[in-house]
Nanobody, 128 residues
Framework: QVQFVESGGGLVQPGGSLRLSCAASGFFLDYYAIGWFRQAPGKEREGVSCFSSSDGSTYYTDSVKGRFTISRDNAKNTVYLQMNSLKFEDTAVYYC?????????????????????WGQGTQVTVSA
């Protein structure tokens, strides 16, 4: 059974850090491009970052560049999103997803339409 299990969300003050984890079972993350998305209340789900399994290249939306880092641990079959210098506007439910058609993040990696498997989401709240 294919499954993503996300964890690591929580409540953090502005300027703080969190590390989100996305553990896969039933398939190997090494075969696919993996994305992190987020959805704030009343907003569309947006792409945050993407990890290319083909060559390890990474992509970020402009608002998180320099603050977030995506990485993968093959031994644990897990993808991470390290989030530093968190801001109020980072508050959202964060999801990981796998693009089963690509090992390399496509030019539209930020579009949710290109992803097949999704995790259940983990809440990140940035508040003073």
């Amino acid at each position: 059974q294919v499954q993503f299990v996300e964890s690591g969300g929580g409540l953090v003050q502005p300027g703080g850090s969190l590390r989100l984890s996305c553990a896969a079972s039933g398939f190997f993350l090494d075969y696919y491009a993996i994305g992190w998305f987020r959805q704030a209340p009343g907003k569309e789900r947006e792409g945050v970052s993407c990890f290319s399994s083909s060559d390890g290249s990474t992509y970020y939306t402009d608002s998180v560049k320099g603050r977030f880092t995506i990485s993968r641990d093959n031994a644990k079959n897990t993808v991470y999103l390290q989030m530093n210098s968190l801001k109020f506007e980072d508050t959202a439910v964060y999801y990981c997803a796998a693009d089963l058609m690509r090992r390399r993040c496509g030019s539209s990696w930020f579009s949710k339409a290109g992803y097949d498997y999704w995790g259940q989401g983990t809440q990140v709240t940035v508040s003073a």
